[in-house]
């Protein structure tokens, strides 16, 4: 209408364009058009070569994003009408007509006000909604890049990246736009093989692909990177997301478990032959030790009975005493051993412990009155049958009532209380020896310390408390001791009850 370009509109003022307004007339309309909110009117417009243009003009005032704007319909007119409409007086249907034209103007107004409020609200969640998307997207701890395919190229691009994807690969956002995927490939061909398979992989799959990768940064440092990519469709184009984890701590820890693992296997390996190597030769010095002392114990046994009751008589019997504790010592390191390896086995079966414990207690008896010691025993009545290997239980009892009675004085006393508590049953032995100090209490059942040099031991080899532990450990068992050297020793032999046995 007026000959000027859009561009050209825009830089001009009102008054450039309008010949019947000057600017204190404008100034004066404008201020008159905010209190009413629209106006109807006729003007002359100054065309850009010079012609002047009648025009009906409906004019609504607007306020969007703090500031004011006066939105113009205008219409062409002619002369003719424009010199009627500001020299004639107004006929009073004129003056309807023109209240109406006021009226839809102003309604028109309003609904452009209630749409720009929606569009200034709808921006507004936009706006913060891109500001909570792009706060949660550059705080991510894992790089994130967004790949757009490109058709000509045949790759797959850069659109869009986070702050941690800058930082692992050391180049700024803008120079990351548009870098290809394999730029940032290493120069190896099997490298490149399985950013091929990876990314084959994320466009064949549905639900995408996660594989390993290695990455060169800005600087050529590689990283071991594990990626995580989605394809899907954005804006019409299909793009690739990937999440790229940095992998490189958790694969040295890989290699390191793998070292100690190996470490661990090759040490297993020679503890095992090691432990083959003792309990074999355990069982040749056994073996070698108990060839020529079997004859020894068979013909002392055959002279106990053909001698009269002399003094060689007593000599057969020292000899024949003298080979059977050789043989049973023997026995105990050999089971040790065996017992330690897991080898040694139970042959386990109900039995009556009141009678076969009042059995060791008559015959161990005699040697306590050798040292004119007292020895006692008490039984809760009714006490169940226990499921154990009486060979080695006798073995466990014998063993501490031995220990309390070497390690008594001449006077001294020995006690053994056998009662059930809950599902177990206790045999409680308890004496008024020596005692035994803390520190020897740490390691009291345990094999092959001091002990086995110590002169305490009174001679053995001083694996009697370690073997019974063995042994009750098999029945599942366990051995208390509480001792104050000076005060005497109290050893508990705690055994579960089967309660499927019989009173």
Known sequence: MTGYSAKELAQLDICQISSDFSRPQWESYWNRLKKSGANIRS??????????????INDSYLRYS??????AFLNKADSEQITQVNTVTPQPHLKEIARQKTDEAVTFNKLIQTLIERQTLTEKALYESEKKFRTIFNKARDAIILWEWDAHKEGFKIIEVNDMACQRFEYTRQEMFGKY???FQPNSKESKAKFLAGT????????GATYELLHQSKSGKI????VSGLRFELNGKPVILSVIRDIS???????KLKNMYEREKLLNTRL????QKRAEFTRILVHELKTPLTPIIAASDMLIKMLPPDISHELASQINKGAEELNNRMNDLFDLVRGELG???LNTESIDCTRLLGDIIEFIRPQAQAKNQTLEAGFQPNLPLIEVDPVRFKQIVMNILGNALKFTSQGGFIKMSVFQKGRCLVICIKDNGRGISKVKQRRLLTSYDDRLISRESSGGLGLGLALSKTFVDLHQGQITIHSKEGHGTTCDIILPIKQNGGS
């Not at 703090?66 to 939105?71: E, H, I, L, P, R």
Request: a negative charge; one cysteine or more.
């Open 43 to 56: 003007a002359i417009l100054l065309s850009k070569s010079g012609h002047k243009i009648p025009v009906n």
């Open 66 to 71: 703090d500031t004011d704007y006066d939105c």
């Open 181 to 183: 995927a394999d730029f």
């Open 200 to 207: 084959k992989a994320t466009v064949n799959k549905e639900d």
């Open 223 to 226: 990283m071991q990177n594990e």
């Open 249 to 255: 701590l958790r694969k040295e820890y890989e290699i």
């Open 272 to 275: 095992e032959n090691e432990s």
């Open 343 to 345: 080898i040694l086995s």
